[in-house]
């Protein structure tokens, strides 16, 4: 019988990698990712109470509660990035407030 090991690409952050964006409802707010860091960027939303809607994108990016991507309360998602074009990370709630984290690196 053989056995088969099984690859895993553990996560490595960059130094210095993680921001943070303070979502509220009143508008989308940015920040500005690590450049060349890598192509995976971790989101962890703290807020207990509320789910934040994130986008990735241009330095002009803007997230909307009807086509960001939304991350639930306490969740941390992966998500593949293009380190060229992908440089800011925008976040917004649909009330209330929520932290939200974005770390860069490579890896899941």
Do not use: H
């Amino acid at each position: 019988r053989e056995r088969r090991l099984m690859s895993i690409n553990l996560f490595t952050p960059a130094w210095n990698g993680t921001v943070s964006v303070a979502a509220t409802s009143s508008g989308s707010l940015r920040a500005t990712l690590t450049t060349g860091a890598g192509n995976v960027v971790r989101i962890k939303n703290v807020s207990a109470t509320n789910i934040a809607f994130v986008a990735l994108g241009t330095a002009a990016i803007t997230a909307t509660t009807t086509g960001g991507l939304p991350i639930g309360l306490g969740e941390t998602v992966g998500v593949t990035r293009n380190p060229n074009t992908d440089v800011a990370i925008a976040a917004i709630t649909a009330a209330d407030v929520a932290t939200v984290y974005a770390t860069v690196g490579e890896g899941e």
